[in-house]
């Protein structure tokens, strides 16, 4: 098996808010599948505890079931794994 180095993208909060989609090409030729991870914010900058986040493999808007659904923990901290080469739409929500 090849070595395998994941590599790091971040969101600044200012992009995460505003509702746009924007792109970011992350290369994962030898694995099929990334661990999208992070930490979720409340909008006043405090770690979201026990919220959920929702991800969607596709950026069409849906009223379909996520595709993926994990939780923060008390930190804010989540993470979850998604097909690579494929176009996420990822919703927080908090209490």
């Given at each position: 098996?090849?070595?395998?180095?994941?590599?790091?993208?971040?969101?600044?909060?200012?992009?995460?808010?505003?509702?746009?989609?924007?792109?970011?090409?992350?290369?994962?030729?030898?694995?099929?599948?990334?661990?999208?991870?992070?930490?979720?914010?409340?909008?006043?900058?405090?770690?979201?505890?026990?919220?959920?986040?929702?991800?969607?493999?596709?950026?069409?808007?849906?009223?379909?079931?996520?595709?993926?659904?994990?939780?923060?923990?008390?930190?804010?901290r989540?993470?979850?794994?998604?097909?690579?080469?494929?176009?996420?739409?990822v919703?927080?929500?908090?209490?």
């Amino acid at each position: 098996m090849a070595n395998y180095r994941p590599r790091t993208m971040t969101v600044v909060s200012t992009d995460a808010d505003s509702g746009t989609a924007f792109t970011q090409v992350i290369s994962t030729s030898a694995w099929k599948m990334f661990l999208l991870k992070g930490t979720a914010l409340t909008p006043s900058g405090h770690a979201m505890a026990s919220g959920a986040v929702q991800v969607w493999e596709s950026t069409r808007p849906t009223t379909s079931a996520a595709d993926h659904t994990t939780f923060t923990d008390a930190a804010g901290r989540y993470g979850v794994t998604c097909r690579a080469k494929t176009q996420l739409r990822v919703k927080f929500l908090g209490k």
